[in-house]
């Protein structure tokens, strides 16, 4: 029998569709444990994660949401030799956190308030049985707090994705791949230096897509899957309250997946009662700050204080765009260009290389690719739309790392079934390490590109084309031998008799 290119070039990559989990995901963890406690930093990095200690700060040590007297806003209260901010940064260092809003003559953070006042807890604990005050160290409480959010939020998501692999029912070596291309070759290592929403957030979405996956697979089990559909509402209404932006789509799709899959009023109600206290806290919180249940950063208003670089022209929101086309080319200058999420998480490349493919593969369920796809599709719209400043000063597009989850997922279902990708992802993976390590190096608020990025891309492409050649190549020559081999059959006479 004649065989065709891919039947040739496949090598098993998967060890069956219900694949045991396999315990390097334990080796994986201690790897990404390893990460996170280097990765924090002693000290806030940008008015981004400055904004949101000094909530944490006030929260503890002042009993207040108002930030008037954090370190992270008035510098000169420190107590002790340690800054709040590095020392080689006078800005920072000077006027302190400029992301906040003045709302009755008090300043307020304006980062949602839900992650701060979870990491207000973490921090009261730790002044009861340590001692630890932020303004009198201002570094250890940055350090500490960075580690105990974006670094377990960066241990559990390559968790996330191992399992992944596990549920894809890839191979023990290439489940283990795939989580260290997403724990080395993305934004999610350099998200992992500072605090941040965006790496909660991700984390929070890996959680949701594996119970999605796990009810898709459960073949009609209503107790498990209402202890599933428990879960991804909790973790919805999570993500609602930690990023509206990417959060609220995430939220809403995970409600339509549940009534989609579980029509039944207990299902309903199971998931709109776990999504019910993030929702509560996020509004209840905005209402608290500025009087209304939208998010106060919303007020045009309360971004109009001394020396604030915020208007209504650059602030997030609202339609930026002076005509359709513009809008689309800001939209495609977010995914390609000096700051694109694609080049800046290089194995995500795949999807665009074989992302057709998708609906097509037959362990991944439409339900699941419907899901990842519509979120991404409409994060990218809410901030195509309703921004012009590519995110601010920090590493590719920061409002883009939660999507690595989808990504991720799917890149693992291509793997599944379309074997002779194997190549591609790891050469993708090993200029995705490139970047991501630069990336790491300056932290995620760097205001400048990463160094030797166009020389990086135009090699990853010239090097990417040279591999798919090649691999076209050898699979046209394997079928011409194919074709050129004669097919004997062996005459009646000489075959061995039968019973």
Same mark, same amino acid.
């Given at each position: 029998?004649?065989?065709?290119?891919?039947?040739?070039?496949?090598?098993?990559?998967?060890?069956?569709?219900?694949?045991?989990?396999?315990?390097?995901?334990?080796?994986?963890?201690?790897?990404?444990?390893?990460?996170?406690?280097?990765?924090?930093?002693?000290?806030?990095?940008?008015?981004?994660?400055?904004?949101?200690?000094?909530?944490?700060?006030?929260?503890?040590?002042?009993?207040?949401?108002?930030?008037?007297?954090?370190?992270?806003?008035?510098?000169?209260?420190?107590?002790?030799?340690?800054?709040?901010?590095?020392?080689?940064?006078?800005?920072?260092?000077?006027?302190?956190?400029?992301?906040?809003?003045?709302?009755?003559?008090?300043?307020?953070?304006?980062?949602?308030?839900?992650?701060?006042?979870?990491?207000?807890?973490?921090?009261?604990?730790?002044?009861?049985?340590?001692?630890?005050?932020?303004?009198?160290?201002?570094?250890?409480?940055?350090?500490?707090?960075?580690? +105990?959010?974006? =670094?377990? *939020? #960066?241990? /559990?998501?390559?968790?996330?994705? &191992?399992?992944?692999?596990? %549920?894809? !029912? $890839?191979?023990?070596?290439?489940?283990?791949?795939?989580?260290?291309?997403?724990?080395?070759?993305?934004?999610?290592?350099?998200?992992?230096?500072?605090?941040?929403?965006?790496?909660?957030?991700?984390?929070?979405?890996?959680?949701?897509?594996?119970?999605?996956?796990?009810?898709?697979?459960?073949?009609?089990?209503?107790?498990?899957?209402?202890?599933?559909?428990?879960?991804?509402? +909790?973790?919805? =209404?999570? *993500? #609602?309250? /930690?990023?509206?932006?990417?959060? &609220?789509?995430?939220?809403? %799709?995970? !409600? $339509?997946?549940?009534?989609?899959?579980?029509?039944?009023?207990?299902?309903?109600?199971?998931?709109?009662?776990?999504?019910?206290?993030?929702?509560?806290?996020?509004?209840?919180?905005?209402?608290?700050?500025?009087?209304?249940?939208?998010?106060?950063?919303?007020?045009?208003?309360?971004?109009?204080?001394?020396?604030?670089?915020?208007?209504?022209?650059?602030?997030?929101?609202?339609?930026?765009?002076?005509?359709?086309?513009?809008?689309?080319?800001?939209?495609?200058?977010?995914?390609?260009?000096?700051?694109?999420?694609?080049?800046?998480?290089?194995?995500?490349?795949?999807?665009?290389?074989?992302?057709?493919?998708?609906?097509?593969?037959?362990?991944?369920?439409?339900?699941?690719?419907?899901?990842?796809?519509?979120?991404?599709?409409?994060?990218?719209?809410?901030?195509?739309?309703?921004?012009?400043?590519?995110?601010?000063?920090?590493?590719?597009?920061?409002?883009?790392v939660p999507l690595l989850a989808a990504g991720y997922?799917?890149?693992?279902?291509?793997?599944?079934?379309?074997?002779?990708?194997?190549?591609?992802?790891?050469l993708l993976s090993a200029w995705g390490m490139l970047?991501?390590?630069?990336?790491?190096?300056?932290?995620?608020?760097?205001?400048?590109?990463?160094?030797?990025?166009?020389?990086?891309?135009?090699?990853?492409?010239?090097?990417?084309?040279?591999?798919?050649?090649?691999?076209?190549?050898?699979?046209?020559?394997?079928?011409?031998?194919?074709?050129?081999?004669?097919?004997?059959?062996?005459?009646?006479?000489?075959?061995?008799?039968?019973?």
């Amino acid at each position: 029998m004649l065989h065709s290119s891919k039947q040739v070039m496949a090598v098993p990559l998967f060890d069956g569709v219900h694949a045991r989990p396999n315990q390097t995901r334990w080796w994986l963890v201690l790897i990404a444990v390893t990460i996170a406690l280097v990765s924090a930093r002693p000290y806030a990095g940008s008015w981004n994660d400055g904004g949101r200690l000094a909530s944490v700060e006030s929260i503890v040590d002042y009993h207040t949401l108002s930030i008037d007297k954090s370190v992270f806003v008035d510098v000169d209260r420190i107590t002790g030799a340690a800054l709040p901010y590095p020392a080689d940064n006078a800005n920072l260092i000077e006027h302190g956190t400029r992301d906040k809003l003045l709302i009755d003559g008090h300043y307020y953070s304006d980062k949602p308030m839900v992650q701060s006042v979870a990491m207000a807890g973490v921090y009261a604990f730790l002044q009861f049985s340590t001692g630890l005050v932020a303004c009198e160290r201002p570094d250890i409480f940055a350090y500490v707090m960075t580690l +105990l959010s974006s =670094g377990i *939020a #960066y241990i /559990v998501a390559v968790w996330g994705v &191992a399992r992944f692999g596990d %549920l894809m !029912g $890839l191979s023990k070596t290439n489940s283990t791949l795939l989580a260290l291309s997403f724990a080395f070759a993305t934004a999610a290592l350099p998200y992992a230096c500072h605090v941040n929403q965006h790496i909660v957030l991700l984390a929070l979405a890996v959680g949701i897509l594996i119970d999605a996956h796990s009810i898709c697979e459960s073949g009609g089990s209503e107790k498990d899957d209402l202890r599933r559909i428990a879960r991804m509402g +909790l973790l919805a =209404g999570l *993500a #609602y309250g /930690v990023d509206f932006g990417a959060g &609220a789509p995430l939220a809403m %799709l995970t !409600g $339509l997946f549940v009534i989609g899959h579980r029509p039944t009023l207990k299902s309903l109600v199971t998931v709109s009662a776990a999504m019910l206290p993030g929702l509560i806290l996020y509004h209840g919180l905005n209402y608290a700050i500025g009087g209304s249940l939208l998010p106060a950063n919303a007020n045009v208003e309360y971004l109009r204080f001394p020396g604030s670089p915020f208007s209504a022209e650059n602030a997030t929101g609202g339609w930026k765009h002076a005509s359709p086309f513009k809008f689309l080319l800001y939209g495609a200058d977010l995914l390609w260009g000096k700051r694109g999420f694609f080049e800046h998480n290089a194995p995500l490349l795949l999807i665009v290389f074989a992302g057709f493919k998708l609906w097509k593969l037959r362990h991944l369920h439409r339900s699941m690719a419907f899901f990842c796809v519509a979120w991404c599709g409409l994060t990218w719209l809410t901030y195509a739309s309703g921004s012009n400043n590519l995110s601010g000063a920090c590493y590719s597009i920061r409002w883009f790392v939660p999507l690595l989850a989808a990504g991720y997922y799917l890149i693992a279902a291509l793997l599944r079934e379309r074997p002779e990708l194997q190549p591609h992802f790891i050469l993708l993976s090993a200029w995705g390490m490139l970047l991501a390590g630069l990336g790491w190096w300056d932290g995620p608020w760097s205001v400048h590109m990463v160094p030797m990025y166009w020389f990086i891309v135009v090699a990853l492409v010239i090097s990417w084309g040279y591999l798919t050649w090649r691999l076209h190549r050898s699979s046209r020559n394997i079928e011409i031998i194919a074709l050129k081999v004669p097919i004997v059959e062996t005459p009646e006479w000489e075959r061995p008799a039968i019973g």
